[in-house]
């Protein structure tokens, strides 16, 4: 049923943001240097890597870290494309996942799936059992703090969904994430 539910809403979604999508495409081919998509190495359900597509923010040769693991170097902000802090902000940079969807990678709803490097989340989401979840473009502690909260936070609330899901907190996650995002809620960079 939940993959049903992926496959015919990503499809409405494909349909009804192309616009944008081909928009903000030209947006980052225009104002970089480099390919518009750039494909993350993820971890995905029972920790296997997959590759997943967002719209570049940042420039050729960011290190790939995380944004907590970064900040302890130097501030991501100097890495941004000019269009880079609005895409992110707008969680325009994310709509190509909707491609992981289609794929069978990810889920609309679910854990963000972790860096490949990002140790320390995919050690507590095992621990937890979190991890025999397919991640999703959004989830339970994207809406519950998303950049502001720590990974252990994180990780308890990923554990809330997995012990919770249903269609019905799907659909509130899905209608609360459009609020969060309109509003540009917990966006830290």
């Not at 919770?164 to 830290?188: E, G, P």
Request: hydrophobic share 45%.
């Amino acid at each position: 049923m939940k993959r049903l539910f992926d496959i015919a809403l990503t499809l409405v979604a494909l349909f009804c943001l192309s616009p944008l999508i081909i928009l903000t495409w030209l947006l980052v081919k225009l104002t970089s240097a480099g390919p518009a998509l750039y494909w993350s190495q993820r971890v995905g359900k029972n920790n296997q890597l997959f590759s997943m597509p967002k719209f570049r923010s940042m420039r050729i040769g960011t290190p790939q870290l995380a944004t907590h693991l970064m900040n302890q170097q130097v501030s991501p902000n100097a890495f941004l494309t000019p269009v880079g802090s609005f895409i992110r902000k707008t969680s325009l940079d994310e709509l190509p996942q909707l491609w992981s969807v289609l794929t069978g990678d990810m889920s609309i709803v679910g854990p963000r799936p972790a860096l490949f490097n990002q140790d320390d989340l995919v050690a507590l989401r095992t621990e937890k059992g979190v991890h025999i979840l397919k991640p999703g473009i959004t989830g339970w502690a994207q809406v519950n703090g998303r950049d502001e909260i720590p990974i252990p936070q994180k990780v308890v609330l990923d554990a809330y969904y997995l012990n919770h899901q249903s269609f019905w907190l799907d659909l509130k996650i899905i209608l609360l994430t459009i609020i969060k995002v309109v509003r540009r809620d917990n966006i830290t960079h």
